[in-house]
């Protein structure tokens, strides 16, 4: 069982690397004015095709990678600005140098034709959104151009730039301050914003949530949901974690949302017409279907009149006759957080153009492991458990997620166990996902060792830049198909009844789960996407572990 997360507030986020190249000589509540220093610039020759092209770099950029146009490096800075302004740029001083340069490499595409120094502009505001409460504006800078009639690169090896904040003189004063974040956003913008201190005084507070009353009617809570499962709600979370005391409010009103349309809950111990500690709330909550989409999005809301509920059925046991299966067909996803990339060329425009301010949202930023950047070893290898897996004639499958990390062509043989699950050929910080059907009893289960899937570099592509790209691709996640024994794992088991083909018509079954650790156990029929029923009058029994059974526990 997962606890859900209930978060207020527009979400856009960008990691950046800290910047010794720049210089702030000031930041007020109306600008920032900062001096950025070019870095040493080196020029690498690069075959493709059979030819030589030079490409330009330094430390700790990036890169321009529209198709058919040079690839010349970037700089992008981050700051923190007001949320009430509008923000202009202006570059008040720079230094120019030239040298000369053969071929420019070019990103790929059908070249296009210059009509005169590219990038036309040194400077732009390139992102204008919110981390949280904390406003943050992304300068993208442009100290190495190319001059296609002189064949050179245009250095600017000083540039000094003003952003000013205006304020609409009709518009009322807006309210900010200091806004504390969680500790993982509060780091992040600690080490993303060049004028840290200052910004962090010019956020824009939550909504408050009203306190328990008749005012209450009406409100929403809205939750971010990333992984299918059942959630929870307590009474005690959301009033110590959220700052949400719904002990006011008749519970027989709660009323959950997605897409629109009302979803069943079950709600424990609302038959008081009281929201007490103790009491929670239940539901399934399912992942997005769209690629490039995080979260599913739920509403809860409340005040007007019932909502919709779960329904019971009974489930009382010892039938005589009836049959007990011994397995079913698991499907289980893997996914851990310990990578972060901010697939900076992986922009808004080409994941949401119609909503650039959803862009955090629809991007997953964090992932399992990867294959090192201009690292020695070429082939990462990720073991994993799979508990109770039963002997079978029936074909699991397996589905792994990979992504992109530097902006160029990558070329991976991806592996379980052994066994080739397929070859996976993409370009730049996309996402690419390859399944297969695997031979029976392909994976191992966890008494008897790690599965281990293996993916292995092809490819040669070079990214020279390490630093703001330090994983060549990365592991997502790993979505899995098994037969599987019916025995709960950390108190919970999803499992599903026998395929019809697997049972005589008319035929009564009777499941028996072990290795709950609790006596309280909810359980709930589903149909993937709601709550269809609750399960009443389950039979619980108390029994001794053995030693194998109290292993798996440890």
Not at 53 to 75: H, K, S
Not at 239 to 258: I, N, Q, Y
Request: proline share 9%; glycine share 8%.
């Amino acid at each position: 069982m997962r606890k859900a997360g209930v978060v207020l507030g527009l979400l856009l986020l960008i990691s950046l690397p800290s910047s010794p190249d720049v210089q702030i000589l000031s930041s007020t509540q109306n600008g920032i004015l900062f001096r950025f220093s070019l870095p040493p610039v080196k020029v690498e020759e690069v075959e493709r095709g059979g030819r030589r092209f030079d490409q330009p770099f330094f430390e700790g950029c990036g890169f321009i990678l529209d198709g058919g146009l040079p690839r010349l490096p970037i700089r992008r800075l981050a700051f923190g600005v007001p949320p009430d302004v509008q923000v202009r740029l202006e570059l008040i001083d720079r230094s120019t140098r030239s040298i000369p340069i053969g071929s420019p490499l070019l990103n790929p595409g059908p070249p296009k034709r210059l009509g005169g120094t590219f990038p036309e502009s040194e400077a732009r505001i390139a992102l204008d959104g919110f981390i949280r409460s904390q406003r943050i504006a992304v300068v993208e800078l442009c100290p190495v151009r190319y001059d296609p009639i002189s064949r050179s690169l245009i250095l600017h090896p000083e540039m000094t730039v003003k952003l000013t904040f205006i304020r609409p003189s009709s518009a009322p004063p807006a309210r900010f301050g200091y806004v504390r974040e969680p500790e993982p956003f509060e780091q992040l913008l600690k080490e993303s914003l060049l004028n840290y201190e200052e910004a962090r005084l010019w956020r824009k507070p939550p909504p408050r949530v009203p306190s328990p009353a008749p005012q209450l009617e009406g409100e929403k809570l809205k939750i971010y949901v990333e992984r299918t499962g059942l959630y929870r709600l307590t009474a005690e979370e959301l009033k110590e974690e959220w700052g949400v005391d719904l002990s006011g409010v008749d519970p027989r009103t709660f009323s959950l949302s997605c897409g629109g349309e009302e979803v069943p809950i079950y709600v424990k111990g609302e038959e008081d017409g009281r929201f007490d500690p103790g009491d929670y709330i239940e539901f399934l909550g399912v992942n997005p279907k769209r690629p490039y989409t995080r979260y599913n999005i739920y509403w809860l809301s409340w005040g007007k009149g019932r909502g919709l509920r779960v329904g019971y059925v009974d489930g009382e046991p010892r039938i005589p006759g009836a049959t007990f299966p011994t397995s079913f067909r698991s499907k289980i996803r893997l996914e851990e957080d310990h990578l972060h990339s901010t697939l900076k060329e992986l922009g808004p425009d080409k994941v949401c153009p119609d909503e650039p301010e959803m862009w955090y949202e629809r991007v997953d930023h964090w992932f399992w492991t990867g294959i090192k950047n201009r690292g020695d070893q070429d082939e990462v290898r990720l073991p994993f458990k799979l508990f109770d897996v039963a002997q079978s004639f029936s074909r699991p499958k397996i589905t792994v997620a990979l992504q992109g990390g530097t902006p160029v062509e990558h070329d991976v043989l991806v592996m379980v166990n052994g066994i080739r699950i397929g070859r996976a050929r993409w370009s730049k910080q996309d996402r690419v996902v390859l399944s297969k059907t695997l031979p029976a009893n392909a994976f191992i289960d966890a008494t008897q060792g790690d599965n281990v899937l293996s993916c292995l570099r092809i490819d040669t592509s070079e990214e020279p830049n390490a630093t703001v790209f330090p994983y060549h691709v990365y592991i997502n996640w790993i979505e899995l198909e098994y037969m599987r024994l019916y025995r709960a794992v950390r108190d919970a088991l999803d499992f599903s009844t026998p395929e019809e083909r697997e049972v005589e018509k008319g035929e009564l079954l009777e499941f028996a789960i072990s290795c709950f650790l609790r006596p309280d156990v909810d359980v709930f029929i589903h149909d993937g996407e709601r709550l269809v029923a609750m399960i009443k009058n389950p039979l619980v029994e108390r029994v001794k572990l053995d030693e194998a059974e109290r292993e798996r526990f440890r």
